[in-house]
């Protein structure tokens, strides 16, 4: 059992607990992290003195190499190891001998783990950040091309008042805008640096943190050593947001499922984002939408287990906060998978518009606009609605649509009524003539679509190329 803290000790941990105990099995995702922490520590300790040029010079080019090898497949991370920080600093020991024993100097697992931890949730917090710009551009661009197709807006999933397709994604590309400004935001409370902090206290090393910060492309370092320790708040925001997003995306496919279904018949899935039925063969049923909404709560159950965790946590760091990193990394995962694939079903799915339009049609969601024509015409309003609520009746009555009824027909029930009517109730003028900022008439949705266009164009993707910086060896 390769440990990094057994001089206290006479007798060797009991297996038990000492599988209990270790983390090598899920941190083993730190490696990256864990190597580049280490290897701006390293260069640090030799700007300051600490360590000599030539044995920062011979750690960091060896780090490197454990880097290249751990990712090319020909060194392993094996379970012999308590985790990744034992197994990075074990393997620099075999390879340098004392010299590699000088890679922990001025430094804990503590505010170690604390780093890997913060620069893996900042990574996650990027990639997720892309996944969410290509699913916005995906809405837009289906946006654009339906701004005059016309749907039924629902209320109670009830017909309500008619719409248009691109209005009723904007709804959808506004949640996903606020999710992509929410990461941006939380990106830039987590950008701070843990390390230097020690266990707790600090250290009497003159380490510059200030140093490794900037190495590590952070904005500084934390600023109180036993919160750097022991924060991990900056997890429980980005798990709050990626619920959030699964709570849109679960929504969202709710509805692709009920748009799918024989009743409605809006939407077709692709072949290629759809499965069939082991016994019926007419089935085709929206799988990765039901998926999708299927794994928002395993989504949920992350945040609400790591809030768990450290709402009895004293200062400072305390071996439950171990526990924030599996369902962390099962809930990142699967975001970012639900996104890719959320995105490709609907960038490939078929919008059926006459199937929409006449559902607005027959789901009487001018009613409104018949109770407006009469108002206008001198009704009181309330007279005017029980009017419009027998119009429907007779209609549902003979199943027919407002608009298909005689002019005879609407008389016999008003004789405010005229021809004029029809153009007043027609789908396009009940859309149309709804012109105000963020209504679904054409021109009002044109300018939000210019609006989402700048958006997307001004809002840059967060700043995070360490990855890049390290490959090349010009860590900052």
């Not at 892309?130 to 999933?157: N, R, S, V, W, Y």
């Not at 500084?220 to 709050?240: A, K, Q, T, W």
């Not at 029930?413 to 054409?442: H, Q």
Request: aromatic fraction near 8%; hydrophobic fraction near 40%; charge should be negative.
């Amino acid at each position: 059992m390769a440990q990094l803290w057994g001089g206290r000790f006479t007798k060797e941990t009991d297996r038990l607990v000492y599988n209990f105990n270790a983390s090598i099995s899920f941190d083993r995702k730190f490696y990256r992290q864990d190597i580049e922490g280490s290897i701006a520590h390293v260069k640090m300790l030799g700007k300051q003195g600490i360590l000599s040029n030539v044995e920062a010079e011979q750690i960091v080019a060896e780090l490197k190499n454990i880097l290249a090898e751990t990712e090319n497949g020909t060194l392993e991370i094996t379970s012999e190891y308590e985790d990744i920080h034992s197994f990075v600093e074990a393997e620099l020991i075999r390879r340098l001998g004392d010299t590699g024993k000088k890679l922990h100097t001025g430094r804990s697992r503590n505010d170690q783990v604390a780093l890997d931890m913060r620069m893996y949730t900042r990574m996650e917090a990027v990639r997720t950040d892309a996944l969410l710009k290509d699913l916005l551009q995906t809405i837009l661009t289906i946006m654009k091309a339906h701004t005059e197709t016309i749907m039924p807006g629902f209320t109670h999933l009830q017909k309500a008042q008619p719409v248009t397709l691109a209005h009723h994604l904007g709804a959808y590309f506004e949640m996903f805008k606020r999710d992509r400004l929410r990461i941006h935001d939380i990106y830039k409370r987590m950008n701070y640096c843990p390390l230097g902090s020690g266990a707790l206290a600090g250290t009497t090393y003159p380490l510059d943190r200030d140093a490794t910060a900037r190495m590590l492309g952070f904005d500084g370092p934390c600023l109180n050593s036993m919160d750097g320790v022991s924060d991990r708040d900056y997890v429980i925001e980005f798990l709050s947001a990626l619920s959030t997003i699964m709570m849109h995306l679960s929504r969202f496919s709710e509805e692709i499922i009920i748009w799918n279904s024989n009743e409605y018949q809006f939407v077709e899935i692709d072949d290629g984002y759809s499965t069939g039925s082991s016994i019926m063969p007419q089935k085709k049923n929206p799988d990765i939408a039901e998926l999708v909404r299927g794994k928002t709560g395993r989504v949920y159950g992350a945040l609400i287990s790591l809030l768990t965790t450290m709402k009895g946590i004293p200062l400072a760091y305390n071996k439950d906060m171990q526990e924030d990193k599996e369902l962390a990394f099962d809930a990142m995962d699967t975001v970012k998978g639900c996104l890719a694939l959320f995105q490709g079903m609907l960038a490939t799915m078929k919008f059926r518009v006459e199937n929409m339009r006449k559902s607005a049609s027959l789901g009487f969601t001018n009613a409104t606009d018949a109770a407006d024509y009469l108002v206008n015409h001198g009704v009181p309003f309330r007279d005017a609605h029980g009017i419009v609520g027998r119009l429907v009746l007779y209609c549902m009555d003979r199943n027919r649509s407002i608009e298909e009824l005689s002019l005879e027909e609407l008389k016999a029930i008003s004789p405010v009524f005229d021809s004029d009517l029809y153009d007043a109730i027609s789908m396009e003028t009940c859309v149309n003539k709804r012109l105000t900022t963020g209504a679904p008439g054409k021109a009002a949705m044109e300018q939000v679509i210019a609006l989402e266009e700048k958006f997307l164009a001004e809002c840059a993707d967060i700043d995070e190329d360490w990855e890049d910086r390290l490959l090349n060896g010009n860590i900052k």
